[in-house]
Structure formats: C-alpha cells, structure tokens
C-alpha cells in the first residue's frame, strides 16, 4: 500500500495491484533524467557566456549534425585540441553508432577558426575531414575558446590560484552592451500623452533592461514652438509662441526594434510634428571579466618561489624563464604578475606587473619584457589551458546538480602536444 501510493495517486491506488514491473519502472523514471543537447548548451553558456569571446574569435556550437528531433546527450568529452584520435575517442563513446546522438565534444580551441570552402572527408587527415566524419557519427562539437579565458573562474582566474594569494583582475575588462540597450531613445510628451506613449513604446520593445521591462526615465520641463502657416497644432494657436508643460522621456531599446519603437509613438504622440532625439550607446564595462588578470600578491615574494609555484601547479618539469639584466631568480622580487593563458603576450605586455606569465611568446617579445625592466615566464602553450579541463569537469557537474547522474564527463586521453 506504501509503494501503491506513491505510483498512483490515491483514487486509483485500491484498484490496481502493485508489481515488480510498477516499482521498476517508478524508480527508472526518479532516478533517470535525460539531458538535451540545448540544456548542455545553455549551461554551457552560464559557465563561461559566450558573450565574453573576443570578437575575432569563433565560439560556441561550430559544428552540429542533423537530427530529427532534439538529441539527448549521454557523454561529453572534454578536450584542449582537436585532431582525429580525440574524434576517435568520441566515436567509441557512441559505441560507433552513427547518427545516434549520444556525445557531446567540447574543444577548447576553436575547430573552425579560418574560411573554410567545402567540408569533405577526402583524405581523412585534414581538419575538414575530421569535421565530415564528426558530422557523419552525429557528433557535436562545441568550443568555448576565449569566453573560458575571460569568464569569472575560467582559466586565466585558474592560473592565478596556484601563484599565491593576493586581489585578481582583468587586465582588459570586457565591455558590452545587452541586446535590448544599444540605442536610448528620447521623445518630448504632453503630460496627459505621456503615459500612453510609453506603453505604446514598451509593446513595441522599447525599455526592456535585464529582467525588467517598461523602464524609463521621466524629467518634467517646459517645451516651446511657434507653428508657421501650414502648422496645425495640437496645442495653442499658429503664429503664436507657445509654452507648453511636457515630460521628457527616455527609454532604451535594440537596433532590430527601432523601427517599431519609432512607429509606435509617432502613432500615439498627439503632436502633429512629435519632437523626439536617438543616442547611440557605450558599451558598459563587465566588472570581474575580461582578457588576462592582473594579480597583486598579498606579500611579496622571489621569483624563484614563483617559478617553483608556477611548476607545481601545472604540473611541469620546466619553464623557460627571462629576467632584466640577467638577474638570477633567487634575487629577483616579484609584487605583481600579469597572467594570459595560451599566446597571451599581446594581452599582458601593457600591465606594469613585475612578472609576465603565458604560454608563448616571440623572441623579440621576450626581449622587449625584459627591457622594461620585467621577467617572463613562458609555460608553452597548451600547457596553461590543458589542467584547467578537470576543474571545468567539476564546474559542469556541479552546474548540473542532479541531472549530471545520467551524464558521463570525460577528459580525453590522448589530447596532447
């Protein structure tokens, strides 16, 4: 009777008998919940938004096969790099069943960065072929790309965790502007007029802001015209100065709705010549986001310290170190260092930490660090981005809560240099 109740609801629960068939099937349905392919991306996109990449950058779902209906996703594989044995490791996940739906290939790096003319297996080798038989087993690929780097907790806030304590900021504090906020629009209205104008605005798309519509922002004043012989005026007399209270209202509003905005309150201002301005808005600085990171340390310490920090944090043997005038490490102290993963001097050759970190960096680039009296370290490429995978792993499980039971996440094995 316990197990009866909790299947069916209590009407019905003295007419049918409880069997094993019923318990088995209740428990499947609790415990099994499946993931679609458009729920992975959009917790995808709240861990490292891809409104944060670079604008020459190519992120987000490069490559998606066809399905008839929205795929479930079973296993996702995590990888640096793309080449044909992490697609391979993604084909046996599919248990090589092709067009089956079952894996989700998260990259880093993008797997469709430059033009590309045709997407044909051919020789099997090149990365349009790879991208051919990604397609032909129904595999996704999805790439994150510089939106990870730039995200609060992505890899360059990673980086920083295993330098030392210390106050962490970007170094290029990213700046946007919400789909809905590029324009501000401002129109003059009787008082009596204003509050049908806004509304009439509001339906239109007008002066929505994040979660909030119907936002705007009201001044009262005085506007005066004198209308001309053909005038008509809604409001006093032609050929005559007139005085008349108004309400300036502002409101914001997307590109893709002006028109509409701008229809609407033509339609619904009294005025026979409606007087009203259009501002071309500033992106808004992100606090918290942005390229690379600038971190203050708490104490200073040498730079050998770091060097050994550094080492032990990714997991290295070596890094290839530069300092001003030859200085041993042992002598030189460090107050400051400015971090970018991957080929990151562009980004962090403006910071006036003592210490430079990123994966790679020209000769002449190394030079001109030192010159301005700062060390360098380079880490190779890869191997600022590669450790960061298993912590990302952590993120997704945690972003996905219960549902992550009926998910596999896999690091590749065989994504290396």
Sequence with gaps: VFYRSHILS????????????????????????????TALLKTLN?????????SWDNVGLLVEPYFPKTPSIKSILLSNDFDNDVL?????????EPKEAKVL?????????QAIKKVSYGNGRSNTSLIAKALTYGIPIYCPHTALDSCEGGINDWLCSGLGSGKVDPIQIHESLGSNETIKIVVFCPVDSTDKIREAMSQAGAGIIGNYDHCSYNLEGFGTFIGNERSNPTVGEKLKFERVKEIRLEMVCSKSSLSKVVSALKKTHPYEEPSWELYQLHAKPQLGVGQGRVLILDQKVKLSEIIERVKK????????VATPRHAPAEQVEIGSIAVCAGSGYSVIKSSSADLLLTGEARHHDSLEAIKAG????????????????EVFKQKLLTSLGPNATSLQIFISKTDKD
Excluded: W
Aim: net charge positive; proline share 4%.
């Design 313 to 320: 944090h990714l997991q290295l043997d070596n890094v290839r």
């Design 105 to 113: 290939l998260v990259v880093y790096h993008p797997v469709i960065f």
């Design 374 to 389: 700062k060390s360098l370290i380079l880490c190779e490429h890869s191997n600022t981005e590669r450790g960061y995978l």
């Design 10 to 37: 209590n009407k019905h629960a003295s007419r049918l008998p409880i069997n094993k068939y019923h318990l088995r099937r209740y428990f499947y349905m609790e415990t099994k919940t499946e993931i679609t392919l």
């Design 46 to 54: 709240v861990l490292a938004p891809l409104s944060l990449a670079e």
């Design 88 to 96: 391979e490791e993604a084909i046996e996940l599919t248990h090589k």
